[in-house]
């Protein structure tokens, strides 16, 4: 019949994608990894006729959202987590499928189990998509053990709230700890040059104080202060309880699961699925896996991410110019209408971030649309490769701002000296030690801070251009201070409010897209490739232990080492 044959139609089609990524496998591996390519082929399509028997055949639906782990930004290739066991999905498709399933006549229920989800930007997006789901009619229940405080804060989003016994609810505020260095530094005869454009650039603190400063603190507390009222608002609506009523139990918390329940925070103590019909359960990553096979578009929105430190490295990280150039490359060459630039990153070095700036103006000078999107986390360094963009948006609990940079350059001769190693110099210009790792110099302080002052100019000139805004209230932001993403909406330094779908959304508009896109993700994550780093990250230090050693030093002396001509925004 006519169903039947669009079925076809569509599993030849994603057959035909499929088949494409193995060709080039197989040039790759030859015979060996061929024979598992088909074998891989299979088990799509396998997987493709099964879930589709399998959710036709149920009439009613209860999916289940697997929450007990970080859900990230990035794509989970699914061969690995069929391989590992793990149902964790990334964002965008976990917020994909329920959004799916809110209209679908066939899922009736939804339920999750809930752990540590992540942090609070990410929790507040996928909290609004249970909420969606639930505002269309359908039930949602929550099954929780030990919890977060970001997964109590998700779990609020549902129906219901059920815990074991042993349940622990930690409802008890936010809190911020930092270590200190200076009296270790003293202690190791270890000098610094330091310098920075701002006191709220806090990093250098660490070197400098041996506690908060005052500016840092206010700042900071007001932050905390600000996520949380966010937070408690939003879970006093969901148990529906006064605001007031939260915020005077969260002065008596953590709880265990039988006070949570007496204080109205749970509804009950209930094993996990004993509320459910265990057969009717579907696995919100199958679900999510087979509806997004049936809806491949034809036009392309790339998501580039951008994850970590920013920094220059030999292509393991994926905020690095290396990987970053491969991802622009990859979604230039497959002519996509619009770039999504998925930031998650604290910042990082200056060079680095200048590479990855204008690769985001090279694709905007051919014509293709580039929405940020913030998530967790984008500060410093991040914000200064997306204040390009043609329109940024962020969670209203994302962090954001940091506008300012700071140097550190480490001198290791009195540390030398005490254990009796001694050096000379010679040199042939005045300024050859300018820089000298093993003693500061005058001369050195103020060329760095030339060299802080010209990178802070062009950082605000690079916020005043891309935000369209007068360089009289760029410099009174520009103090280091960091902000959530409601307030920087606020400043002008965020356009709108909103996760990754509402970036997709905006870049459909602005790409003149009609209908569902394909969305391409990058960095590329293959089943290969997540092999190859698990093996790099894990099996070569268990094969070799020494190696963990090793890795640990090297990022150390790398840190204490970083060269002050390339300073961290």
């Known amino acids: 019949d006519a169903t039947l044959k669009m ?7 994603i057959l035909s994608r499929i088949s494409k990524y193995f060709r080039v496998t197989k040039l790759l591996f030859k015979v060996p990894l061929a024979a598992f390519g088909g074998f891989v082929l299979l088990d799509f399509y396998l997987r493709l006729k099964r879930g589709r028997t399998e959710l036709r055949a149920k009439s009613e639906i209860v999916l289940q ?23 964790v999905m990334d964002l965008r498709r976990t917020i994909e499928a329920i959004k799916r399933a809110k209209t679908d006549a066939n899922v009736k229920v939804l339920i999750a189990r809930i752990s540590e989800p992540g942090a609070m930007a990410n ?12 505002g269309s009619g359908k039930q949602t229940i929550c099954f929780t053990n030990q919890l977060s405080q970001e997964g109590y804060y998700l779990s609020t989003a549902f129906d219901k709230i059920y815990s074991n016994e042993t349940g622990y609810l930690p409802l008890s505020g936010l809190y911020h700890r930092m270590l200190f260095f200076k009296g270790l530094a003293e202690k190791l005869s270890l000098d610094f040059t330091i310098s920075r454009n701002n006191k709220l650039k806090s990093f250098p603190d660490l070197i400098l104080e041996d506690k908060f400063t005052s500016e840092y603190k206010e700042s900071q507390l007001n932050l905390m202060k600000e996520l949380q009222e ?79 430190e920013i920094g220059e490295s030999d292509g393991e990280s994926d905020a690095s110019p290396i990987v970053m150039e491969k991802a622009f490359r990859h979604a230039l060459e497959n002519k996509v209408k619009a770039i999504v630039l998925r930031v998650n990153s604290p910042g990082g070095e200056v060079g680095a971030g200048v590479k990855i700036r204008h690769m985001v103006l090279e694709a905007k000078s051919k014509g293709i649309p580039v929405i940020a999107s913030f998530g967790n986390i984008a500060a410093s360094g991040a914000y200064w490769i997306s204040a390009d963009a043609d329109h940024i948006v962020a969670d209203p609990a994302s962090i954001v701002g940091s506008i300012g940079v700071f140097g550190i350059a480490p001198h290791f001769g009195k540390l030398l000296e005490s254990y009796g190693i001694t050096n000379d110099e010679l040199s042939t210009g005045d300024n050859a030690f300018i820089l000298d790792p093993f003693n500061p110099t005058e001369k050195g302080k103020k060329r760095m801070d030339l060299e802080i002052e010209e990178i802070s100019n062009q950082f605000e000139e690079i916020v005043s251009k891309g935000r369209r805004m007068p360089m009289n209230k760029v410099k009174q932001i520009a103090t280091g201070e960091v902000w959530t993403g409601k307030r920087a909406q606020q400043l002008g330094l965020v356009d709108s409010l909103g996760g990754l779908s509402t970036a997709i959304e905006l870049a459909k508009q602005k790409g003149n897209i009609k209908g569902e ?28 232990p020494s190696l963990a050693l090793k890795r640990v030093s090297e990022s150390f002396v790398k840190e204490l080492t970083k060269s002050p001509s390339n300073p961290v925004k």
């Not at 079925?7 to 089609?13: A, Q, T």
């Not at 794509?75 to 793990?86: E, T």
């Not at 148990?239 to 009523?245: C, I, L, S």
């Open 230 to 308: 966010m937070m408690y608002k939003d879970i006093a609506v969901g148990r529906n309880m006064p605001y007031e009523r939260i915020q005077s139990l969260s002065k008596f918390g953590p709880f265990i699961s039988v006070e949570a329940v007496m204080n109205g925070l749970m509804d009950g103590i209930s094993q996990a699925l004993t509320k459910v019909d265990e057969p009717a359960i579907v696995d919100l990553s199958s679900y999510g896996s087979y509806r997004s096979l049936l809806s491949i578009g034809k036009d392309k929105i790339a998501i580039i991410h951008v994850q970590g």
């Open 65 to 87: 959202l697997d929450a007990t782990s970080e859900i990230k930004d990035r794509k989970i290739n699914p061969l690995l987590n069929k391989v590992s066991g793990s149902k």
């Open 123 to 134: 929790v507040q997006e996928l909290r609004e998509a249970i909420l969606e789901f639930k």
């Open 517 to 544: 896109p394909q969305i391409l993700d990058y960095p590329r994550v293959t089943f290969v490739s997540s092999l190859v780093s698990t093996r790099n990250s894990t099996l070569s230090v268990l094969q070799n």
């Open 7 to 13: 079925n076809s139609e569509k599993n030849k089609l």
